[in-house]
């Protein structure tokens, strides 16, 4: 439910000391909220009790739960918000798409912003929310008014607002109980961009949209792409740490996420974000570092943000802008500028920027591989990154078995015995860069490549086989079995085999391989011989109408199993039965209400799992229209003939099309709609909206294409 709209609670003081201490999550340094970034939000419900003092902020709600009303108490809970440390007022306002009918706020004559003439229409669905947010705002002014505000409409302009939009409200996505069509997600998107709009032309600065991704996506789903980039205010957590490390989390906008709500003593306690920056790190060779600069940016944030240098001059000098550049040559080293951030529109955060000087990085090789029978050959140049020139590689330790030569060339010096060989040194360049490299070669060493471990049932594991393999060698390999013997036999080719038949258990074989040329390794096998698991697929809830229950059938289906399956019931019956092959059905006519059968099913192999399927019993469903596709399009200064697909078209209903068109129903047959389109020769070419009228007024729309 929308908020507020579920509890009226009682409200406790939070005394702000008490958060000392307070840590963020994952191990992070412990931090302590400052007391201006923790407020709380408030409506209707609170009217008549004693709101918290010492607030850092307050959000006060217009509405009283849904569009066009007013909270009864906007005033005095306004009056509340401005003794805040913040000294002014945030709102929110309720938001809701219930369309056209039997819905007296709906527009039927707008001219402005869209023009409307009453249909269940995007344009029409923007206009309403346009309507939505001015009476909204209007509530705002008046009550700063009453509050004894010198300038109303700029002091509500001036404060940060904020759109509720959550499935407890009423959207044309959410209404029919089926899967929401595009265009439903496109009306009620369109009230949403109507909301911002006109909060923008009173000089709203500051508008973002109190949500969660699943409501949020339930609502417009992938029809929010102008809402994109839009500040959001995230629900849903416990604490007020788990509120401070929410506000790294994902935005459902691409927007920051400037506000968390959080449970606090009765009443929802916001923790506002600070501003977040981008994790800034750079390299820059020695020769480079005087003429170094780079851009900081901060998560979200569209507007300019001010930056305030605390450390790490003189080295670096951070610009207001942001811009972070050296003061002239640095020596090899790594420095660190930092700092805090600002935005225009009063939040603050920290930054912090470190900048590698004269770094050279090795890339490859780390580990190689090499058999004893080609050791004596192996070579590989050393890869680094960072330097500026031509390398020069000093060797410290290796010798005498690997050698580094200035250029980097590592290479054996002789044939190696099976072993791990290690090679460390330094590399630089003639401007002053320095690095590290370090080796690791080992000569010698199968690998096993194949699988480790293999479940198998009892029934099969008479002529079970798997085949060892290793890579590493050269030429053919010899495996020699240790353990494991008699239940797993391994050939010295490497072929696992079973003893004979197995019963239920884990079996473990290990051994040696080999090559001709000394080349070793090891190999493990691990054989879980088990029941397999057999899951039930389909179906897990049947619904049914109480007049064909009688007669219902329903084939459970299951996965993992081989052969013929038998099921056993246990529960369920009389009212449910289900039959060794699995055949679901009622002993009779059934009341309305929900029956549950469960039982095992097995198969000859030895494999068993469970089932359970509930059975519904409904009253006959009524199917609501809803119209999905449109197939043709219709014809400028012609007649055409389209079919409309969807469901719950009877009685020849009504169909309302572009102004000045005709639009006649020639057939229905329940999921389709054959109709004959007439277009007047002075009309335009566009993307156009049907809106189908049954004879029981239940509507429904679709978008069609004029050319």
């Known amino acids: 439910m929308p908020r507020h709209l579920l509890r009226a609670v009682a409200i406790l003081s939070i005394v702000f000391s008490g958060l000392a201490g307070v840590g963020s999550v994952a191990g992070a340094a412990t931090t302590t909220p400052a007391p201006s970034s923790l407020g709380f939000d408030v409506s209707y419900p609170q009217c008549g009790t004693t709101l918290p003092s010492g607030a850092g902020f307050g959000i006060v709600g217009v509405n009283n739960g849904y569009p066009f009303s007013v909270n009864p108490c906007l005033v005095s809970e306004l009056q509340w918000a401005k003794t805040s440390l913040s000294a002014q007022a945030q709102f929110y306002a309720n938001t809701a798409n219930p369309g056209p009918s039997a819905n007296t706020d709906w527009p039927t004559s707008q001219q402005t912003p869209q023009v409307c003439a009453g249909a269940d229409s995007t344009s029409c669905a923007y206009d309403y929310g346009w309507n939505g947010a001015l009476n909204s705002f209007q509530n705002a002014v008046t009550a700063e008014t009453q509050a004894g505000s010198a300038s109303p409409q700029s002091d509500a302009a001036a404060a940060r607002w904020w759109l509720d939009v959550e499935t407890g409200n009423s959207w044309e996505s959410l209404r029919t109980g089926s899967a929401p069509t595009s265009a439903q997600q496109a009306n009620d998107a369109a009230v949403i961009q109507g909301e911002l709009a006109y909060l923008a032309s009173v000089g709203a600065g500051f508008v973002g949209i109190y949500s969660t991704s699943y409501q949020f996506g339930q609502i417009v789903g992938t029809q929010g792409s102008a809402l994109q980039g839009v500040p959001v205010w995230l629900p849903g957590y416990a604490t007020v740490t788990d509120a401070q490390a929410a506000c790294a989390n994902p935005s459902f906008t691409g927007g920051r996420v400037t506000v968390i709500q959080f449970a606090d003593s009765g009443i929802d306690g916001d923790y506002l974000c600070g501003l977040v920056s981008v994790p800034a790190t750079a390299t820059v060779a020695v020769s480079q570092s005087a003429s170094f600069t780079q851009a900081l940016s901060v998560t979200g944030e569209a507007g300019p943000v001010s930056y305030l240098q605390s450390a790490g001059a003189p080295s670096l000098l951070v610009s207001s802008a942001g811009v972070v550049s050296a003061t002239g040559p640095l020596a090899a080293g790594t420095y660190v500028a930092s700092g805090t951030s600002s935005s225009a529109d009063g939040l603050s955060g920290t930054f912090s920027f470190s900048l590698v000087v004269g770094q050279i990085t090795q ?111 050269v030429g053919p390999l010899s495996f020699t079995q240790s353990t494991g013997q008699p239940s797993l036999v391994v050939s010295s080719s490497g072929l696992i085999s079973t003893g004979g038949a197995l019963a239920d258990g884990s079996y473990v074989v290990r051994g040696l391989v080999s090559d001709a040329t000394g080349d070793q390794g090891s190999y493990f096998f691990n054989l879980l011989v088990a029941p397999g ?75 068993k799992g469970t089932f359970a399927v509930s059975l519904v019993v409904a009253k006959p469903l009524v199917v609501l229209p809803v119209a999905t596709r449109v197939l043709g399009h219709a014809v400028i200064g012609h007649t055409a003939i389209l079919t409309i697909l969807g469901q719950g078209f009877f009685g020849r209903p009504r169909i309302v099309g572009r102004p000045g068109s005709t639009v006649l129903v020639l057939k229905d047959t329940g999921t389709s709609l054959t109709v004959r389109v007439s277009v007047p020769a002075h009309d335009r070419p566009g993307v156009y909206s049907f809106v189908i009228v049954l004879a029981n007024g239940k509507i429904c729309s679709v978008h069609y294409v004029q050319r």
């Open 363 to 473: 890339v490859s090789p780390l580990s190689e591989s090499v058999p004893i029978s080609t050791s004596g050959t192996y070579s590989a140049q050393i890869v680094t990154s960072g330097g500026v020139g031509t390398l020069s590689f000093t060797q410290s330790s290796g010798q005498p078995a690997l050698s580094v030569s200035p250029t980097g060339l590592l290479s054996t010096t002789g044939a190696l015995a099976r072993g791990t060989y290690k090679v460390a040194g330094a590399v630089s360049d003639a401007t002053g860069d320095q690095g590290t490299y370090a080796v690791t070669l080992k000569v010698g060493y199968l690998s096993q490549t194949s699988s480790i471990r293999t479940t198998i049932s009892p029934a099969v594991s008479t002529g079970f086989t798997s085949q060892l393999s290793a890579s590493g060698g």
């Open 533 to 607: 698991q057999i899951t039930q697929t389909s179906p897990a809830t049947i619904t049914v109408s109480a007049t064909s229950v009688a007669t219902f059938t329903s084939q459970l289906t299951v996965s993992g199993a081989v052969g013929t399956l038998a099921f056993l019931q246990l529960t369920g019956e009389p009212s449910l039965a289900v039959s060794s092959s699995g055949l679901v059905s009622a002993g009779a006519a059934l009341a309305l209400g929900t029956y549950t059968a469960s039982g095992t099913v097995s198969d000859p192999s030895g494999d």
